[in-house]
Structures are given as structure tokens and as C-alpha cells.
């Protein structure tokens, strides 16, 4: 589909300027989330990419079809699926006590990116 082409596209081209929350969480309060393009970390043995849910409605919208596409993708298991709603809850920032350095965004595994990519398809083939 059109939404995740663009989301795929997004993830891929901008990851580079993701801010890496394996090698550096932001102290609470020194960072305002979403002020970088993306985040990315390791969570439960596996590579993920956030975002806000401002940032991915900037990029797919919020309409019916945006709502489609994350149900496909949570039911393809490329985007980690909450008990309800569409976000969870994950570290973001270090230095609060318990739950107050997490916070809610919208989680995908990194295969996405090469899932979608038909160069990796054919390496892995």
C-alpha cells in the first residue's frame, strides 16, 4: 500500500538520525519527545524503532486507511501489538523512578525495513 511504502520509507531513510536509546537515554527533562526524527533501541532481545503518535500521523495520517495499515502490520507482528489502543509503553528516558521514564509510542521491529526491501529479499534468497 501507498501508507506503508511511505512509513517504510520514512523508517529507512531516517534512521540514521534515530536517536539510539542503546547507547544513550536522555535524562527526564533534559529531551523533549519527538524533538529527534525517531528512536531506536533493543527491547526484549529485539531491534525496534518508536515513534510518537504526532510523528507517525505526519506520516500516514489518521484516517481509516492509517488504521488499516496498523492492524495489518500488528497482525503481521512488524509492530508490537498493546493490550488496547495502538501504543505502548516503553523506556525512553533515564533518571525517574520507576514508570516516569517510559512513555507511550508507537513500536516497530526494524525487519520492517526489510521486509519491504526487495534488494534485502534477494540477499537473504
Not at 506503508?4 to 531516517?14: F, I
Amino acid at each position: 500500500s501507498v501508507l506503508r511504502k511511505k512509513l517504510v520509507e520514512y523508517l529507512d531513510g531516517h534512521r540514521g538520525e534515530f536517536m539510539d536509546l542503546d547507547h544513550k537515554r536522555p535524562q527526564l527533562g533534559a529531551h523533549e519527545l519527538g524533538s529527534v526524527p525517531g528512536y531506536a533501541a533493543t527491547y526484549g532481545g529485539q531491534d525496534w524503532f518508536y515513534l510518537t503518535d504526532k510523528q507517525l500521523g505526519a506520516i500516514i495520517g489518521s484516517g481509516p486507511n492509517a488504521a488499516s495499515l496498523i492492524g495489518l502490520l500488528m497482525g503481521e507482528n512488524l509492530m508490537e501489538r498493546p493490550k488496547r489502543g495502538r501504543v505502548v509503553q516503553r523506556p525512553i528516558f533515564k533518571g525517574g523512578k520507576g514508570t516516569k521514564n517510559y512513555r507511550w509510542v508507537h513500536a516497530f521491529k526494524a525487519e520492517i525495513i526489510e521486509e519491504d526491501d526487495p534488494e534485502y529479499v534477494e540477499l537473504v534468497a
